[in-house]
C-alpha cells in the first residue's frame, strides 16, 4: 500500500502488452467490446483543449468517415454520455405527447420507460421477448392513432434478435408522419443499416458495441425533419437538447466538455473500420453468426430466436438439458474466456456471446472449443 493509503490497480493484462498481431481475443461480452491495441494506445496522448484548432480539426475529420458508416449525408453528432442519454434526449427534444414504443426484449423496453417518465403519452407494440417485431403489426397501430414518433431497436441485444429496420420504417413513412428514432446501440457498423435510404430521422450508437471504440461516447444521425419538430418544442432541457447539440456541431464543436482521449480512438478506430469497408464488415458479422449457429445446431444448443431475426452481432443462446447457463458462463471465465450471461429473467436459462466489434473467425473457433471442452 503507497504512503497516501490508496491501493493501486495491478499492472495492465500481459494482452495489452504483446503486439496486434497476436491479440487473440478471449472478450466476447456484447458490449464493451474488445477494443484493438492501437485504438486503446490513441488515448495515451498529452490532453489538448476542446476549444483548440487541434481538436477542431480532430472534431471535423470525424464526420466525413461516421456519414460513411452511418450511410447518410446529413449531420453526425458527438454526445459524451452512455447511449441511454441520448435516448432520453430524443423523447425530451423531439416528441410533445404521443410515440409508440415497439417492445421485444429488455431495452426496446427501456424507450418504453423512457417516454413514460418524461411523461409522453406512450403506446407499445408489444411482441414477447425472443421474437422480432412484425411490420404489419405496426402498420395497423399507426392506422388506429396518429403518433409524433416510433421507435425501433434495431438489434435486441438482451435477446439477440435483429428488428427488420427497413421493412418498420418503409411502413412507419407509408402510414404516417411518424419521426423514426432508432435505437443502433448494438447493430452500427456490425449490421447493415442504411439512415438515409431507409428513411431514418435520429439514429444512436454507443462507442463501445460493434464500433469497438471504448465506452464514453454516442455517436447520432438527426434528419432536418427531426430538428424541425424540435424546434417547435418550447422546452427541451439543456444537456438534453438535440437541437442544440445540431448547432453547436454545425458551428464546428460540442456543446459541453467532450471525452477528448476516446475522441482519438474513435479517430484511430473509423479508418480501421473504413479500411474493412462497411460491407466486408457486415458480412464478418454475418460469418460470425453463421459459424455460432452451425456449431449449436450440432451441440444442442438452441436459439429463441427463429431463423430471420437472429443477430449478427450478438448469439442468445439456451444450453441444452442438464447444462447450466451461468455455470457455463463461469466455467468459461476459469479459461480466461468472458462472454455475456443471461439478461434479466432470462439469466438462469440462457447466456450470450458478442461476436461483434473485432472479433475473427479464429478468436470464435477458440471460444467454441472452450465450451466444447466444457460440455
Ligand atoms: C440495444 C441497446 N440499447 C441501449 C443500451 C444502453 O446503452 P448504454 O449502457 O450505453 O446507455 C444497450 C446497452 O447494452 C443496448 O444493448
Known sequence: MPPCGIARPDPLPETL??????????????GPTHVARE??????????????????????????????????????????SSSTLVMESAAISTVVSDVLNLTCGAFSERWHQIFLSAGRDADRVAVPWGQAVDPELVRQALRRKRYEAVTVTHNETSTGVLNPLAEIAAVVREESDALVLVDAVSSLAGARLEADEWGLDLVIA?????????????????????????????LRGFYTDLLRYRDKHRAG???????????????????????????????????????????????????????????????????????????????????????GG??????????????????????????????????
Do not use: N
Open 206 to 234: 454507443g462507442t463501445q458495441k460493434a464500433l469497438s471504440v471504448p465506452p464514453g461516447l454516442v455517436c447520432f444521425t438527426f434528419s432536418e425533419r427531426a430538428a424541425e419538430r424540435a424546434a417547435k418544442l418550447p
Open 39 to 80: 485504438v486503446l494506445e490513441a488515448q495515451v496522448r498529452p490532453m489538448i483543449g476542446h476549444r483548440s484548432p487541434e481538436f477542431k480539426a480532430l472534431y471535423a475529420s470525424l464526420e466525413p468517415r461516421l456519414r460513411q458508416v452511418f450511410r447518410t449525408a446529413g449531420d453526425v453528432l458527438l454526445a459524451t
Open 253 to 339: 464543436g460540442t456543446v459541453t466538455t467532450p471525452a477528448v482521449a476516446t475522441v482519438s480512438a474513435l479517430d484511430r478506430q473509423l479508418d480501421r473500420i473504413l479500411e474493412e469497408g462497411m460491407e466486408a464488415r457486415w458480412q464478418r458479422h454475418l460469418d460470425l453468426q453463421a459459424t455460432t449457429a452451425a456449431w449449436a445446431a450440432d451441440r444442442g444448443f438452441t436459439y429463441p430466436a427463429p431463423v430471420p431475426a437472429r443477430s449478427p452481432t450478438v448469439s442468445c443462446l439456451k444450453p441444452p438439458a442438464g447444462i447450466a447457463a451461468p455455470g457455463l458462463v463461469a466455467g468459461l471465465a476459469e479459461r480466461g474466456f468472458t462472454v
Open 342 to 375: 443471461g439478461y434479466g429473467s432470462w439469466k438462469p436459462e440462457t447466456f450470450r456471446i458478442g461476436h461483434m466489434g473485432e472479433v475473427r473467425p479464429a478468436d470464435l473457433e477458440s471460444l467454441l472449443a472452450a465450451i466444447d471442452s466444457l460440455v
Open 17 to 30: 502488452e504483446s503486439p496486434d498481431v497476436s491479440e487473440q481475443i478471449r472478450f466476447f461480452v456484447p
